[in-house]
């Protein structure tokens, strides 16, 4: 009996060197594509992401982090915040899968959102399903983040939430560029002109918080601007998006984080 279990374990054992020394290309890639991750239950996830390098250290320590609840009865509304001043122009630029997002990068530096005297470059945009913000604690479908920074890297983003419905133009114009780069982490892809302009961002009501980035380092002093039109999107679309994200939880949301008496102002102004 005992000749047989250790023939047994013998066997398994090769098996198992065989599988492991069969792929290591593989393994190593999915160690490589994702430094953190979403899964509640893993020691990349959330919870931990403080914990996985120092310079994340704002993961775990930050006071001021994003994304939050949006609640409407604690909002502080307000009209003096003038209608987004955002000046974009059409751009070359980079689809990347980043194995935890798909990100578009453009190429100038010619599309900026202005916030009183600073003018904040609009760098990327990203998607993230669901939504990370919600408005009275209720989550949608998907959240698209505009990322800007000034040349000291003061860093300004403004949010769009969609719902399930019919298909977002701007992401419709990237649907062969999606299927070709969305089943391979670091994929990336030049799509030509962009521009930004068909996102459509909706300019007059939007709230406005100072709060943090919301993947890894999680640095704050960012300065949200959660536009309140709520867009549609396509099952298909949200679906092409997510096949990159290749962990266990099927989501690229961070959870809610505590808002600390932070002042969030709705701006309601009257385009
Ligand atoms: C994070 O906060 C803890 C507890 O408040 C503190 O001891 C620690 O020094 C902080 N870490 C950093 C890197 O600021
Ligand atoms: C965009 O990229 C193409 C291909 O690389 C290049 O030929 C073209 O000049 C670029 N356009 C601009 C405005 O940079
Ligand atoms: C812009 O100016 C307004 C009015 O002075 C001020 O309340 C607000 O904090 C400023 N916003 C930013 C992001 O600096
Ligand atoms: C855009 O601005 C950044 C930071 O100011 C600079 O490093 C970069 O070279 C600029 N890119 C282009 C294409 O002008
Ligand atoms: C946060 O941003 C404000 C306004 O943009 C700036 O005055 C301040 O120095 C920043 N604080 C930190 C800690 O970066």
Not at 27 to 54: L, T
Not at 172 to 186: C, M, P, T, Y
Not at 211 to 239: A, D, F, H, R, Y
Request: glycine letters at 6%; proline letters at 5%; hydrophobic letters at 35%.
């Amino acid at each position: 009996m005992a000749k047989l279990a250790s023939i047994v374990l013998i066997f398994s054992l090769i098996t198992t060197l065989v599988l492991l020394s069969s792929c290591p290309a593989m393994s190593q890639e999915v160690e490589d594509e994702s430094e953190f991750n979403y899964d509640e239950g893993s020691d990349k996830g959330p919870q931990n992401w403080g914990n996985i390098k120092p310079e994340w250290f704002m993961c775990k320590n930050g006071t001021k982090q994003s994304p939050i609840d949006l609640l409407n009865p604690t909002v502080q509304i307000v009209s003096n915040l003038g209608a987004l001043q955002i000046n974009y122009k059409p751009s070359n630029a980079t689809l990347k899968n980043r194995g935890h997002d798909i990100m578009l990068e453009l190429s100038s530096n010619s599309s900026y959102l202005q916030i009183n005297e600073t003018q904040y470059v609009l760098k990327q945009l990203h998607w993230h399903s669901p939504s990370e913000h919600t408005i009275d604690g209720q989550r949608f479908d998907l959240e698209l983040h505009l990322v800007h920074q000034t040349p000291s890297e003061k860093i300004a983003v403004i949010g769009i939430l969609y719902r399930i419905g019919k298909p977002d133009f701007f992401l419709s114009l990237l649907k062969e560029d999606l299927e070709a780069i969305s089943e391979s982490n670091g994929a990336e892809r030049e799509v030509g002109m962009v521009d930004p302009n068909l996102i459509a961002v909706s300019r007059g009501q939007y709230y406005r918080y100072i709060g943090s980035l919301t993947t890894p380092p999680c640095s704050e002093n960012v300065t949200w601007t959660i536009v309140t039109e709520i867009k549609c999107v396509s099952t298909e679309q949200i679906q092409l998006l997510r096949t990159a994200v290749h962990d266990k939880s099927n989501s690229n949301a961070r959870p809610l984080q505590p808002v600390n008496g932070r002042l969030v102002q709705l701006n309601k102004y009257r385009v």
